[in-house]
């Protein structure tokens, strides 16, 4: 059984940084992209950012397009998220998760993963 162990958040104020780290328990962690989902009180859980099982292609939210970065070490079998320029609207609980199926493109919905971490929550006051 695959585990993920989310860390790195906490609460800021707006403009701060932060970096989450995701260790998988994982032989395959290469042959998976990997994702970054958030969920705030009372919304729907939501893409952050994906990078794919290469490493060559990521994919960004609009709203995070320019002010956050999704990276992956192999050696590690971590993927990171490093957060900066954080606004309120940033707040959340971030899940990292691997996608059902290896070796394939870049999936965007939430379905398509079945593998989650248990969220590390991010707060970022005005």
């Known amino acids: 059984q695959v585990q993920l162990v989310e860390s790195g958040g906490g609460s800021v104020q707006a403009g701060a940084s932060l970096k989450l780290s995701c260790v998988a328990s994982s032989r395959t962690f290469g042959s998976y992209s990997w994702g970054w989902f958030r969920q705030a009180p009372g919304k729907e859980r939501e893409v952050v950012a994906v990078?794919?099982?290469?490493?060559?292609?990521?994919y960004y939210a609009d709203s995070v397009r320019g002010r956050f970065a999704i990276s992956r070490d192999e050696g590690q079998k971590t993927v990171y998220l490093q957060m900066n320029s954080l606004i309120p609207e940033d707040t959340a609980t971030y899940y990292c998760a691997r996608p059902r199926i290896p070796y394939r493109p870049i999936r965007r919905d939430s379905g398509d993963y079945d593998t989650w971490g248990q969220g590390t929550q991010v707060t970022v006051s005005s």
């Open positions: 990078i794919s099982w290469s490493g060559g292609t990521t």
